[in-house]
């Protein structure tokens, strides 16, 4: 039995619950719904404890605000005793068509505040992370607009389907590891 700790980022306060920017938020309630688990508050962050095949499964959102997500990763994993390469943290991803997931064994920040601050904050990429694509459908210079915005009609739509392929591959990576989770999920 191994623990792991599932990050979603995002920003707290209910204008933002329904943005392309707390997709990572949407994906872990939708985890935690799954075992009929609720999120409680705790310091930095809301979150719950579920398992997954007998491995224990801590989930974190952090509270934070996006851009200071590295100090409530670094709380977590040093509280839950988590090791870095049984971290998953789960990110809106704009370089991505909408609804495409990337899986990574480790890596940069790829241009994103709340992944830029967790590799500083614990001085190492070497974490797992899945980038959930928002699409990039924005005019030069109104990208913070974008990602703060509301999903269109057709996305919220699609969201439930695309949402639990992510569930999907985040029961995957605790139960089988990052390599067999990309070969499935990191598709063409």
Known sequence: MAKFLIVGLGNPGSEY??????VGFKVLDALAGESN???TGGRYAE????RVRGNV????KPQTYMNLSGKAVRYWMQAEKVPLENVLVVVDDIALPFGKLRLRARGSDGGHNGLHDIIWTLSDDGFPRMRFGVGGDFARGAQVD????SWTPEERAALPELVGRACDAVKSFVTVGIERTMNQFNTK
Do not use: K, P
Request: proline content about 0%; aromatic content about 10%.
């Open 57 to 60: 499964v801590v989930m974190i």
């Open 37 to 39: 688990t609720a999120f």
């Open 17 to 22: 619950a329904e943005t392309r920017h707390n």
């Open 146 to 149: 974008y990602v703060l915005g």
């Open 47 to 50: 979150n719950c404890t579920v």
